[in-house]
């Protein structure tokens, strides 16, 4: 139960805290609250605060690496039929043995030239994806693009940009419309 003075333990404790005003705070916290001033109280004391330091460091060292730009996530390939990932889902029945298996491209993996070259839909795809201010969407319906004619199966054929200007649709006779 010996106390060998603040400036003994702030010597001990500075060197090891990222930031030197916490391991002074908390120090003189200490002092403050403890009713009996006792060298290894105040050592098991500081040793929290230096995890807590050791945190705040780690936290702030992320946050300085997530500012940092990176290319996106979401950056397309020039493919149009596997996004330049090489690998594409088959249209199929949920009962069919390959439903929701991963196939090679048959784009891609045909021809070794410019994903942009493979067929039309690829060319205009990549045109589309090399100017960074535009964003094409897929519907969550049918699959199409925004600026593609909706599919037989879209239930939503006027959130394509092609179809925005039919007639919208009416319910059946019979059925009553709650607005």
Same mark, same amino acid.
């Given at each position: 139960m010996?106390?060998s003075?603040?400036? !003994?333990l702030?010597?001990?404790?500075?060197?090891?805290?990222?930031?030197?005003?916490?391991?002074?705070?908390?120090?003189?916290e200490?002092?403050?609250?403890?009713?009996?001033?006792? *060298?290894?109280?105040?050592?098991t004391?500081?040793?929290?605060? $230096?995890?807590?330091?050791? =945190?705040?460091?780690?936290?702030?060292?992320?946050?300085?690496d997530?500012?940092?730009?990176?290319?996106s996530?979401y950056?397309? +390939?020039?493919?149009? !039929?596997?996004?330049?990932? +090489?690998?594409?889902? $088959? *249209?199929?029945?949920? +009962?069919?043995?390959?439903? +929701?298996?991963?196939?090679p491209?048959?784009?891609?993996?045909?021809?070794?030239?410019?994903?942009? =070259? !493979?067929?039309?839909?690829?060319?205009?795809?990549?045109?589309?994806?090399?100017?960074?201010?535009?964003?094409?969407?897929?519907?969550?319906?049918?699959?199409?693009?925004? *600026?593609?004619?909706?599919?037989?199966?879209?239930?939503?054929p006027?959130?394509?940009?092609?179809?925005?200007?039919?007639?919208?649709?009416?319910?059946? *006779?019979?059925?009553? !419309?709650?607005?």
């Amino acid at each position: 139960m010996t106390w060998s003075g603040r400036d !003994h333990l702030l010597a001990e404790f500075l060197p090891r805290f990222q930031n030197r005003q916490i391991a002074i705070d908390s120090l003189t916290e200490y002092v403050k609250t403890a009713r009996l001033l006792d *060298d290894e109280r105040a050592r098991t004391w500081l040793e929290q605060d $230096l995890l807590r330091d050791q =945190e705040l460091a780690a936290i702030e060292q992320m946050s300085a690496d997530a500012a940092a730009p990176r290319p996106s996530l979401y950056a397309l +390939g020039s493919c149009y !039929h596997c996004y330049g990932r +090489g690998m594409v889902r $088959l *249209d199929i029945d949920l +009962g069919h043995p390959d439903f +929701g298996k991963a196939k090679p491209c048959p784009a891609c993996s045909t021809t070794t030239r410019d994903p942009a =070259e !493979h067929c039309d839909n690829c060319r205009a795809f990549s045109a589309q994806n090399s100017s960074p201010s535009t964003e094409r969407n897929r519907c969550w319906k049918c699959g199409q693009f925004e *600026d593609q004619p909706a599919a037989e199966k879209c239930s939503n054929p006027r959130w394509h940009l092609p179809n925005v200007n039919l007639p919208a649709l009416h319910a059946p *006779d019979g059925w009553k !419309h709650i607005a």
